[in-house]
Nanobody
Framework: QVQLAESGGGLVQAGGSLRLSCTVS????????MAWFRQAPGKERQFVAR?????????YYGDSVKGRFTISRDNAKNTVYLQMNSLNPEDTAVYYC???????????????????WGQGTQVTVSS
């Protein structure tokens, strides 16, 4: 019912910046919280950032990216963004966009709280 497609990944030097986009098709997700996760090879999927569906657009960040990454959304374009600054090699991973499951009331950083996922976009940070 909902299709998500990430873009904007690539290779960047340490200290650089990238802006990821998540474009949604099928239907609007303006009434859903949206999040970014990432997964490095051999590691579990890790929470990165979340933005609420309210007009206040409350945001939450994983400790490892707090102060460096910014999540935002443009509901008119049905798009979610992740601005990544001060990147370091530890940020290297496949980044996934996700739509929060309707009615979910558990921890926002848990993957089970999201029912639609994009295919991922690779971010590689060189030292």
């Amino acid at each position: 019912q909902v299709q998500l497609a990430e873009s904007g990944g690539g290779l960047v030097q340490a200290g650089g910046s990238l802006r990821l986009s998540c474009t949604v098709s099928g239907r609007t997700v303006s009434n859903r919280a949206m999040a970014w996760f990432r997964q490095a090879p051999g590691k579990e999927r890790q929470f990165v950032a979340r933005i609420s569906s309210t007009s206040a657009e409350f945001t939450y960040y994983g400790d490892s990216v707090k102060g460096r990454f910014t999540i935002s959304r443009d509901n008119a374009k049905n798009t979610v963004y992740l601005q990544m600054n001060s990147l370091n090699p530890e940020d290297t991973a496949v980044y996934y966009c996700a739509a929060q499951r309707p009615g979910y009331s558990g921890f926002y950083h848990y993957t089970a709280g999201y029912d639609y996922w994009g295919q991922g976009t690779q971010v590689t940070v060189s030292s």
